[in-house]
Nanobody, 119 residues
Protein backbone atom coordinates (compact mmCIF):
# COMPACT_ATOMS: atom_id res chain seq x y z
CA UNK A 1 0.00 0.00 0.00
CA UNK A 2 1.17 3.54 -0.76
CA UNK A 3 0.40 6.36 1.64
CA UNK A 4 0.20 10.08 0.88
CA UNK A 5 -0.11 12.49 3.77
CA UNK A 6 -1.30 16.08 3.50
CA UNK A 7 -2.61 18.90 5.62
CA UNK A 8 0.42 19.96 7.59
CA UNK A 9 1.28 23.58 8.11
CA UNK A 10 1.55 26.24 10.74
CA UNK A 11 -0.81 26.99 13.57
CA UNK A 12 -0.78 29.01 16.74
CA UNK A 13 -0.99 27.39 20.13
CA UNK A 14 -4.60 26.55 20.83
CA UNK A 15 -5.41 26.25 17.18
CA UNK A 16 -6.33 23.29 15.01
CA UNK A 17 -5.04 21.41 12.01
CA UNK A 18 -6.34 18.37 10.19
CA UNK A 19 -4.04 15.84 8.57
CA UNK A 20 -5.23 13.45 5.93
CA UNK A 21 -3.69 10.25 4.58
CA UNK A 22 -4.77 8.79 1.26
CA UNK A 23 -4.02 5.12 0.69
CA UNK A 24 -3.67 3.44 -2.68
CA UNK A 25 -2.56 0.10 -3.99
CA UNK A 26 -4.32 -1.89 -1.33
CA UNK A 27 -7.62 -2.45 0.43
CA UNK A 28 -7.52 -0.08 3.38
CA UNK A 29 -9.79 -2.25 5.50
CA UNK A 30 -7.04 -4.90 5.62
CA UNK A 31 -4.68 -2.53 7.43
CA UNK A 32 -4.14 -1.16 10.86
CA UNK A 33 -3.47 2.57 10.45
CA UNK A 34 -1.83 5.24 12.52
CA UNK A 35 0.01 8.51 12.80
CA UNK A 36 3.56 8.76 14.08
CA UNK A 37 5.52 11.94 14.65
CA UNK A 38 9.15 12.86 15.04
CA UNK A 39 10.39 16.15 16.39
CA UNK A 40 13.97 17.31 15.79
CA UNK A 41 16.34 15.45 18.07
CA UNK A 42 13.61 13.19 19.37
CA UNK A 43 12.68 9.60 18.75
CA UNK A 44 9.59 8.66 16.81
CA UNK A 45 6.41 8.76 18.83
CA UNK A 46 3.21 6.89 18.09
CA UNK A 47 0.52 9.57 18.26
CA UNK A 48 -2.62 7.62 17.46
CA UNK A 49 -3.64 4.40 15.81
CA UNK A 50 -6.87 2.83 14.68
CA UNK A 51 -7.98 -0.68 13.89
CA UNK A 52 -9.90 -1.67 10.80
CA UNK A 53 -13.07 -1.62 12.85
CA UNK A 54 -12.43 1.89 14.12
CA UNK A 55 -11.07 1.32 17.61
CA UNK A 56 -8.66 4.14 18.35
CA UNK A 57 -5.89 4.56 20.89
CA UNK A 58 -3.82 7.65 21.65
CA UNK A 59 -0.59 8.67 23.23
CA UNK A 60 -1.11 10.27 26.62
CA UNK A 61 0.41 13.47 25.27
CA UNK A 62 -2.44 13.97 22.79
CA UNK A 63 -5.35 12.26 24.47
CA UNK A 64 -8.40 14.49 24.51
CA UNK A 65 -6.94 16.83 21.89
CA UNK A 66 -6.41 14.64 18.81
CA UNK A 67 -8.92 12.41 17.04
CA UNK A 68 -8.05 9.75 14.50
CA UNK A 69 -10.65 8.49 12.05
CA UNK A 70 -10.75 6.35 8.96
CA UNK A 71 -12.97 5.88 5.93
CA UNK A 72 -12.42 2.45 4.43
CA UNK A 73 -14.55 3.32 1.40
CA UNK A 74 -12.64 6.50 0.53
CA UNK A 75 -9.34 4.93 1.64
CA UNK A 76 -8.44 7.79 3.92
CA UNK A 77 -7.26 8.20 7.49
CA UNK A 78 -7.48 11.59 9.16
CA UNK A 79 -6.00 13.12 12.27
CA UNK A 80 -7.89 16.06 13.72
CA UNK A 81 -5.58 18.03 15.98
CA UNK A 82 -7.15 20.55 18.35
CA UNK A 83 -5.77 22.62 21.20
CA UNK A 84 -2.37 22.44 19.60
CA UNK A 85 0.73 23.06 21.69
CA UNK A 86 4.23 24.08 20.62
CA UNK A 87 5.44 20.63 21.67
CA UNK A 88 3.24 19.14 18.94
CA UNK A 89 5.68 20.55 16.40
CA UNK A 90 7.04 17.62 14.41
CA UNK A 91 6.96 15.81 11.13
CA UNK A 92 3.87 13.63 11.09
CA UNK A 93 3.86 10.34 9.23
CA UNK A 94 0.93 8.22 8.21
CA UNK A 95 1.72 4.54 8.73
CA UNK A 96 0.09 1.18 8.09
CA UNK A 97 0.59 -2.40 9.01
CA UNK A 98 -1.09 -5.74 8.49
CA UNK A 99 -1.52 -8.33 11.15
CA UNK A 100 -0.69 -6.08 14.08
CA UNK A 101 -1.44 -2.57 15.29
CA UNK A 102 0.72 0.23 13.98
CA UNK A 103 3.87 0.96 15.93
CA UNK A 104 7.00 2.99 15.29
CA UNK A 105 8.21 -0.03 13.32
CA UNK A 106 5.27 -0.06 10.94
CA UNK A 107 5.77 -1.73 7.60
CA UNK A 108 4.37 1.06 5.41
CA UNK A 109 5.01 4.81 5.67
CA UNK A 110 3.89 7.95 3.95
CA UNK A 111 6.29 10.77 3.15
CA UNK A 112 5.60 12.91 6.22
CA UNK A 113 4.04 16.31 6.62
CA UNK A 114 5.42 19.11 8.79
CA UNK A 115 3.34 20.61 11.58
CA UNK A 116 4.64 23.74 13.26
CA UNK A 117 2.90 25.22 16.28
CA UNK A 118 3.96 28.64 17.49
CA UNK A 119 3.43 29.96 20.99
Amino acid sequence: VQLQASGGGMAQAGGSLRLSCAASGGTLSYYYMGWIRQAPGNERELVARITSGGTATYADSVKGRFTISRDNVRHTVDLQMDSLKPEDTAIYYCAADRGSPVSTRAAFWGQGTLVTVSS
